[in-house]
């Protein structure tokens, strides 16, 4: 069956958004078999609920930078206690903050016609400052340091910091999809998009391989053939795992034995690629499969859903995981 380029596309947001919300409720828990007694298998979208066994939010406090640059509104309370769940207020199906970022830029792509960093800087400052516009109670490190160094007086497109979290490459994949029949011009622009929040030579890094997978894949590529070519030219680092050796392998032993299931990109975009692999004939296995193994499950989740839906459009997904998204998955105009 012929699949559309504007259907690979579509797709790719939708797995995009559909592998976040399934992941969400079990989203760094790192004991496996409380995860399990926690949610029992997950095969639909769960509410997360406290206690969060594995948070570590009591360890994290950020003061407010000064009057207009709060980010934590009334979540505010709940950092520092033990047991609070990063996503505690959550419905079923609803997407991260990170993902709701991703969501902003859409809206600037679809509204502007284009990608507008300055729309997007503005969208995304106002959405992060007005009390209300999420519900969500852990804001990732970038988004702190975002906002600290834009209350200490520098422009927008200067508040980012040297970052390794795979949380920002979700924020690529509107703009690959948006500009896939420009394979330069996507690649440029994701990136300048990435260095906005999260700069350096890591993540620069590890987008390019994003970014070329997104690009090969909804050109009419499979994933599995572009995933095994690189795995033989190996012209990527993150390539440089014996994938093949650990088909066999209890992903449990894969993404928590060899790679870490944390969210540092040497380790998760190597363990994407890999489950990327291995279920590229079953997406709904390799996405139950990906929350199963907590860590950074949700971004994890949300690129290997993106791989997926790139590959076979939202076909991909069950009937239930797209309509039972708490917002629907977004044109791209």
């Known amino acids: 069956m012929t699949i559309l380029p504007e259907e690979r596309a579509h797709g790719a947001l939708g797995g995009l958004f559909i592998g976040d919300a399934l992941a969400m409720p079990a989203h ?3 004991n496996r078999e409380t995860l399990l007694r926690d949610y029992g298998p997950i095969r639909h979208y769960l509410a997360p609920r406290n206690p969060h066994p594995d948070s570590i939010l009591w360890r994290s406090h950020y003061p407010s930078p000064g009057p207009g640059y709060d980010i934590l509104h009334d979540q505010r309370p709940f950092w520092g206690q033990r047991g609070i769940h990063y996503h505690q207020f959550l419905a079923a199906g609803e997407n ?3 993902l709701k970022c991703a969501r902003l830029l859409l809206v600037s792509l679809n509204e502007r016609h284009g990608y ?8 995304y400052v106002r959405f992060m400052t007005t009390p209300g516009n999420h519900n969500d109670t852990y804001v990732e490190e970038y988004h702190r340091h ?3 160094r834009l209350a200490g007086g520098l422009p927008p497109h200067r508040c980012g910091v040297p970052e390794k979290h795979v949380g920002g490459l979700v924020g690529i994949v509107p703009l690959v999809a948006r500009y896939r029949q420009d394979h330069e011009g996507a690649a440029a622009k994701a990136q300048a998009h990435l260095a906005l929040t999260h700069r350096g030579p890591r993540m620069s890094a590890a987008a390019a391989v994003v970014i070329d997978i997104l690009l090969r894949v909804m050109a009419g590529t499979s994933l ?3 995933l095994e070519e690189e ?6 680092p993150y390539f440089g795992h014996p994938f093949r050796k650990w088909r066999d392998k209890a992903d449990a032993d894969v993404i928590g034995g060899h790679l870490s299931p944390a969210c540092y990109v040497e380790d998760a975009v190597p363990a994407v690629i890999y489950l990327a692999w291995k279920y590229a004939d079953d997406p709904e296995k390799g996405l139950i499969a990906n929350a199963h193994l907590g860590g950074d499950n949700a971004h994890r989740g949300a690129l290997l859903g993106a791989f997926f839906g ?9 009937d239930r995981w797209v309509a039972g998204l708490y917002e629907p998955v977004p044109d791209l105009l």
């Open 146 to 148: 975002f906002f600290t």
């Open 231 to 236: 795995m033989a030219t190996q012209r990527s």
């Open 310 to 318: 790139a590959d076979q459009g939202i076909k991909a997904f069950p």
């Open 116 to 123: 507008d960093p300055d729309n997007y800087l503005r969208r």
């Open 96 to 98: 991260t903050l990170n």
């Open 28 to 30: 760094w828990y790192y």
């Open 224 to 226: 599995r053939d572009v």
